[in-house]
């Protein structure tokens, strides 16, 4: 029952907060604050709603200043809301192209300035990411990225796609990582309280100086961080249960 309640005000949410984030997107056409207003839009109602329980440590993410690359773990689809809360100013996203296609979260995702990227084109794919150069030395503005490409689905991170890490050494910008903990796997939306989950940001990892035959290093350093970021996390709900 209480399943069934919850899904059908998300729907009613999300619904709700498209149209408003188009109308905000409308006022402000592909300003790239957009991502961080409409993704609190969906994120603060959502997390009353599903019953999730959030615990930050994100101030290095929200204080950092510079344009930088944010990498973040994807487990569903959930992640909208999750980490809506915390995308920092002027920050676009880079999604795949057929987003555009979804009522009300399409039009409001592209109307915020956010990268489409048609992954099925891989020669397509590749120049809209290396586009993405002078945004980043340019205009004052960060890019998020699911660094997998796809949902895990809480079965632990999968290979890092590459497109991330050559835009932040093309245009010599630092990476930051965020991490959440496995929630995917662990939600009861038929209780109350569905789920614990740990949000961690850590420290920025510079790509100054660095040219693409160090790509492979810098991926794995990159990874093994994250990884063990979410372990930690994951390790500590454990105990807490």
């Known amino acids: 029952m209480l399943y069934s309640l919850r899904m059908l005000l998300m729907s009613v949410h999300f619904v709700v907060a498209g149209m408003i984030g188009i109308l905000i997107g409308l006022c402000r056409p592909f300003n790239p604050d957009n991502s961080r207003l409409c993704g609190r839009l969906y994120s603060l109602p959502a997390m009353r709603i599903l019953g999730f329980k959030v615990k930050k440590d994100v101030e290095g993410l929200l204080e950092h200043q510079r344009s930088c690359v944010i990498i973040a773990n994807h487990q569903s689809n959930y992640d909208l809301f999750v980490f809506g809360g915390v995308v920092p100013a002027r920050t676009v996203t880079i999604g795949k192209k057929s987003l555009k296609w979804i009522p009300f979260f399409g039009q409001l995702f592209w109307l915020a300035g956010n990268v489409l990227i048609d992954r099925g084109n891989a020669q397509r794919a590749k120049k809209a990411m290396l586009s993405t150069t002078d945004t980043l030395q340019h205009q004052d503005t960060s890019i998020w990225v699911f660094v997998e490409g796809t949902r895990n ?63 492979p290093a810098l991926i794995e350093e990159c990874r093994n961080q994250m990884q063990a970021c979410i372990q930690a996390m994951d390790e500590q709900l454990m105990q807490a249960r």
């Open 153 to 215: 689905k809480g079965r632990g991170l999968l290979p890092f796609k590459k497109g991330a890490f050559q835009m932040a050494i093309n245009a010599g910008v630092p990476i930051l990582p965020v991490c959440v903990s496995t929630y995917s796997n662990h939600m009861r939306l038929n209780s109350w309280h569905a789920a614990d989950v740990l949000m961690k940001s850590l420290k920025p990892i510079p790509t100054a100086g660095l040219t693409q035959d160090d790509l």
